[in-house]
């Protein structure tokens, strides 16, 4: 007839480092919202360049007329500049689209403690700015539209301006930007997981 020999005698199993307040503490549940310490350098950057690309395709001239039609159509209240978004009717608004997700990437890396979700937005945020890179390529630099009457003075009466070419470089820095956040992207440390609790097992006597 057996008998059931117990617990092993002997002191009992203590975890090898107890919980103190030397050692990292278990996610906070505040981090579950925005922590502006998870964005890193090239999120900061892909945000200022987003609102910088908003403004600019939005509020500054990309094109102005000739200067020698200018003071005419200037007389006759005929507009003599276009921003981004009236010059080109699909880069324009393609542009603000690239301006706002660059802007929701900044905010999802703010917002979520894993990276999965700002990964993927940073990934569209990539190819969508590859796109608009080649777009505004083609369309300011190689073939610039004209959107103003030309004369016999001045056949070609559309003059570039800066904030087109400005928009150009934008586009092209959110794409290394994004790649730079992929390169680097993980957890902050703030949000990693406490260190995990380990046991010294005995071995029993005999």
Known sequence: MSSDPGPPAGPRPQPTAPISPDRPAPVRPDRAGIALDRLRAPEWLIGALALALLVDVLALPWY???????????????????????AHALIGPYALLVGLLGLTVGL???????????VCLTVILLLAALVLTAALLIRVVLLPPHLFLSTAASPDSTRTG????AGLFIAAALCGAAG????VDGIAAADAPAAIETLALTRRPG
């Open 180 to 183: 730079w956040s992929l390169r």
């Open 64 to 86: 102005h007329l000739a200067a020698v039609l200018a003071p005419t159509a200037a007389g006759l209240g005929a507009a003599t500049s276009a921003t981004g978004v009236a």
């Open 162 to 165: 800066v904030p087109a070419v």
């Open 108 to 118: 999802a890396q703010a917002a979520r403690p894993a990276p999965a979700v700002p």
